[in-house]
């Protein structure tokens, strides 16, 4: 079991020098979620990214250690992870969208070098949270690239599952409150670490 207590700045800046590193030998096939863990529906995911907007959102918060996250879905019986995330394409074409991937995936060697799985402490409004992800997904939206929070019509990674969630009745964090600041955008947002602090999460295993 581990602790909500927020990592350091030096661990944050670690973990992006790690994940440049651990390029030249991760496998990108292979998932760093062990098979031991158990997924459940509604469970938060998050995961520390390998690309360079993954270590953007890491440096924007000294205070976060992941950048991004998911909910756990079950889909006709099989786990799934929802996600509203810029890139991975499916095909070619593909556009930044909310979209439905297997843990392995969601967690593969491409995709990550840390992961760690949070349990909402209230195990019916995890299932509805997640059934309104999954809808989200049927629904083709896209990805939030303005990260507007006020935006209900698209969503960027944190505001997917905060938006999620309150329609199960539970507000996970309060408004948003971090500045996120690129070329072209300046926004007041969510990010995973406001998700990962949650009262209504628990911490289940990290990996």
Not at 111 to 136: M, Q, Y
Request: aromatic letters at 10%.
């Amino acid at each position: 079991m581990t602790t909500k207590k927020s990592l350091p700045c030096l661990f944050s800046v670690l973990c992006v020098a790690l994940t440049m590193l651990c390029g030249c030998f991760r496998n990108d096939k292979a998932s760093i979620m062990p098979e031991t863990v158990h997924l459940q529906e509604g469970d938060v995911v998050f995961r520390l990214g390998t690309t360079m907007q993954s270590r953007a959102v890491v440096l924007a918060d000294p205070m976060g250690h992941y950048s991004h996250c998911g909910i756990v879905v079950d889909s006709a019986g099989v786990t799934r992870i929802v996600h509203a995330v810029p890139g991975e394409p499916d095909f070619e074409g593909d556009v930044g969208r909310v979209k439905m991937d297997t843990p392995e995936r969601f967690f593969s060697g491409e995709n990550a070098v840390a992961g760690e799985v949070c349990r909402p402490l209230d195990s019916v409004a995890a299932c509805v949270a997640a059934t309104e992800a999954k809808a989200d997904f049927f629904r083709h939206v896209l990805f939030d690239h303005d990260y507007d929070s006020a935006d209900t019509t698209k969503f960027y990674c944190s505001e997917f599952i905060v938006h999620a969630f309150r329609k199960a009745g539970v507000e996970l964090t309060g408004p948003p409150t971090h500045s996120y600041d690129v070329p072209g955008i300046h926004s007041i947002i969510w990010m995973p670490i406001d998700i990962y602090q949650s009262k209504h999460l628990k911490p289940v295993v990290r990996f």
